[in-house]
T-cell receptor, first 113, second 114 residues
């Protein structure tokens, strides 16, 4: 079945360091890909998305590129801040219509000053 | 403001009791979902509903039940058959209006068995 694999955490970085969180997927069709962020005690918020190969999603300094050849959607940020500390989830959705998102297990990021 | 409201935020259940978690949305979304979150497990799909009066089992439906009598509401009942119900439960809704897929989450209910 469809699945998402993320790098295991936790990831601990110093402020202003470069961030990469790896995400690869297995899907039967041509999925849309998403990154969600979860702050402590809250629900998930959409961070960015890409709907077709070579698309780049970006938001708040984060970016990810849909790589069909490597079935990957790695999340990157050039300079992390303490406020970026959260759990990050990679997810896929097979179109069309309202089919459920399939999530990875999440990666906890801690940024220290 | 439009959004999804989950209540209560914290819920305690005794062994052998059924409890119902509320999820209400005013986004006019057609589809609604329930996920369970455990540490290190990510989000696992319990049930989902793409239209009123219809719903489908997800990956971990055993011990749970749902109803979808109104477009705005998708309550989840955790029954006594669920052996390990302590978890964080997230409700979501989605729409494909205008060809763009949008998925919105509630703020969650933390259920603890005491």
């Amino acid at each position: 079945g469809d699945s998402v694999t993320q790098m295991e955490g936790p990831v601990t970085l110093s402020e202003e360091a470069f961030l990469t969180i790896n995400c690869t997927y297995t899907a039967t069709g041509y999925p849309s890909l998403f990154w969600y962020v979860q702050y402590p005690g809250e629900g998930l918020q959409l961070l960015l998305k890409a709907t077709k190969a070579d698309d780049k999603g970006s938001n708040k300094g984060f970016e990810a590129t849909y790589r069909k050849e490597t079935t990957s959607f790695h999340l990157e940020k050039g300079s992390v801040q303490v406020s970026d500390s959260a759990v990050y989830f990679c997810a896929l959705k097979i179109p069309p219509g309202n089919t459920p998102l399939v999530f990875g297990k999440g990666t906890r990021l801690s940024v220290i000053a | 403001d439009g959004g999804i409201t989950q209540s209560p935020k914290y819920l305690f259940r005794k062994e052998g009791q059924n409890v119902t978690l509320s999820c209400e949305q005013n986004l006019n979304h057609d589809a609604m979902y329930w996920y369970r979150q455990d540490p290190g497990q990510g989000l696992r799909l319990i049930y989902y509903s793409q239209i009123v009066n219809d719903f489908q089992k997800g990956d971990i439906a055993e011990g749970y039940s749902v109803s979808r009598e109104k477009k705005e509401s998708f309550p989840l009942t955790v029954t006594s058959a669920q052996k390990n119900p302590t978890a964080f439960y997230l409700c979501a809704s989605s729409s494909t209006t205008g060809g763009a897929f949008g998925y919105t989450f509630g703020s969650g209910t933390r259920l603890t068995v005491v």
